[in-house]
């Protein structure tokens, strides 16, 4: 049976550490801070959000799409510290196909290594497996881009591959190699799920 989606619902996800809920416009001053003094939070993105014009083209870009039906954009926001720390997406949403893509995801480097990452990806994989009904979770970087792979390797993602010269890089002539990872239903409700919740317990 192919699940049902609304888009236009208000999707907010949470635990004791972490808040996602839906990218609005007025969260430019949210990120603003993050967007004037951490530009190289970007470095490997295709769509910076370094300054208070690119910060608030970023969010308009993720508007429009979530209007298009064909992505979910969320604000992060820490608990601990109570202050917002980034943004994350479902993208390339296939309800036919019952797939996404999550990603473009970036934090503050404050909270980088403090566990907040894996709390938004326990969130965001149960809503896409258990809720949505996801069949497969796709994940991309730019294969320069160890620490995000790092990162994704240790969620449970599974390295499927390269895809060569796969798009330009932002402000160069260069072309970008993408690493593709993945999430499959059975290898969350067998291994993954339960392995990143210890995971979170440990933090």
């Given at each position: 049976m192919t699940p049902t989606f609304d888009f236009a619902q208000n999707i907010i996800l949470e635990n004791?550490?972490?808040?996602?809920?839906?990218?609005?416009?007025?969260?430019?001053?949210?990120?603003?801070?993050?967007?004037?003094?951490?530009?190289?939070?970007?470095?490997?993105?295709?769509?910076?959000?370094?300054?208070?014009?690119?910060?608030?083209?970023?969010?308009?870009?993720?508007?429009?799409?979530?209007?298009?039906?064909?992505?979910?954009?969320?604000?992060?926001?820490?608990?601990?510290?109570?202050?917002y720390a980034g943004s994350t997406r479902f993208y390339d949403v296939n309800i036919g196909f019952k797939t996404l893509q999550l990603g473009y995801?970036?934090?503050?480097?404050?909270?980088?290594?403090?566990?907040?990452?894996?709390?938004?990806?326990?969130?965001?994989?149960?809503?896409?497996?258990?809720?949505?009904?996801?069949?497969?979770?796709?994940f991309r970087a730019d294969n320069n881009n160890h620490r995000s792979i790092a990162a994704m390797k240790s969620i449970g993602c599974k390295v499927e591959g390269v895809l060569r010269s796969q798009m330009p890089t932002l402000g160069s002539e260069l072309r970008r190699d993408s690493i593709v990872l993945s999430i499959l239903r059975n290898e969350w409700f067998d291994e993954v799920k339960e392995n990143l919740k210890a995971k979170l317990n440990k933090a």
């Open positions: 004791e550490t972490v808040l996602l809920r839906p990218l609005q416009e007025s969260d430019v001053e949210n990120l603003l801070e993050i967007s004037i003094n951490e530009p190289e939070t970007w470095e490997y993105s295709l769509v910076r959000a370094n300054g208070k014009e690119n910060l608030e083209n970023y969010i308009q870009i993720a508007l429009k799409a979530r209007e298009n039906k064909t992505e979910i954009p969320f604000i992060v926001f820490d608990k601990k510290s109570g202050k995801t970036w934090y503050g480097k404050q909270f980088r290594g403090t566990g907040l990452n894996k709390n938004c990806k326990f969130l965001l994989l149960q809503y896409a497996f258990e809720t949505l009904g996801m069949e497969r979770v796709e």
